[in-house]
T-cell receptor
Framework: AQKITQTQPGMFVQEKEAVTLDCTYDTSDPSYGLFWYKQPSSGEMIFLIYQGSYDQQNATEGRYSLNFQKARKSANLVISASQLGDSAMYFCAMRGITGNQFYFGTGTSLTVIP | EPEVTQTPSHQVTQMGQEVILRCVPISNHLYFYWYRQILGQKVEFLVSFYNNEISEKSEIFDDQFSVERPDGSNFTLKIRSTKLEDSAMYFC??????????????FGPGTRLLVL
């Protein structure tokens, strides 16, 4: 079974600073995908970034990057140059090869302070 | 940019009533999903659907729930006799294929269901 752990229920960051949101995972699957989603207060789930377990390089998408450390089973999201609009819940998710459902963590609430 | 749409955005119903939540996945996607998120909790998988049949379902997806693709564009979740504990945000998602970045599941905006 897959398990995602997000240990930071809430985080604060100053506007324009960088912030790292932690995510660790547990799986016995040899191949898997890791995903981050943003959930603003309006409730929708917005896809941010994807990392495949065999990808050689850390994924980047604009201000988002994923610090993937396979040996540590961690896939931390780094948001650079935080903006007020980044305030939201952030969920880490993974999918293994046994089934195609996503397993989500409990989320981290990020607040960007002006 | 193509997106997953869901209707209604909000639904209030009486306990014991049937509800149908509707979704239009992204047009070239082949895999469809329903998830739910009880207020303040994490997102939980309900069911996945491929090639006009359920490919996987969770323990939550009991006989009260059913899914259907009635035509080429809609994907529905039916709850036959709602219970108070069915109150949640229900998300539909779709993905193009399995494997690589194309397996990214794109979520709709959700339907907030309140059972009274």
């Amino acid at each position: 079974a897959q398990k995602i752990t997000q240990t930071q229920p809430g985080m604060f960051v100053q506007e324009k600073e960088a912030v790292t949101l932690d995510c660790t995972y547990d799986t016995s699957d040899p191949s898997y995908g890791l995903f981050w989603y943003k959930q603003p207060s309006s409730g929708e789930m917005i896809f941010l970034i994807y990392q495949g377990s065999y990808d050689q390089q850390n994924a980047t998408e604009g201000r988002y990057s994923l610090n993937f450390q396979k040996a540590r089973k961690s896939a931390n999201l780094v948001i650079s140059a935080s903006q007020l609009g980044d305030s939201a819940m952030y969920f880490c998710a993974m999918r293994g090869i046994t089934g195609n459902q996503f397993y989500f963590g409990t989320g981290t609430s990020l607040t960007v302070i002006p | 940019e193509p997106e997953v749409t869901q209707t209604p955005s909000h639904q209030v119903t009486q306990m014991g009533q049937e509800v149908i939540l509707r979704c239009v996945p992204i047009s070239n996607h082949l895999y469809f999903y329903w998830y739910r998120q009880i207020l303040g909790q994490k997102v939980e998988f309900l069911v996945s659907f491929y090639n006009n049949e359920i490919s996987e379902k969770s323990e939550i997806f009991d006989d009260q729930f059913s899914v259907e693709r009635p035509d080429g564009s809609n994907f529905t979740l039916k709850i036959r006799s709602t219970k108070l504990e069915d109150s949640a945000m229900y998300f539909c998602a779709s993905s193009e294929i399995r494997g690589g970045t194309q397996e990214t599941q794109y979520f709709g905006p959700g339907t907030r269901l309140l059972v009274l």
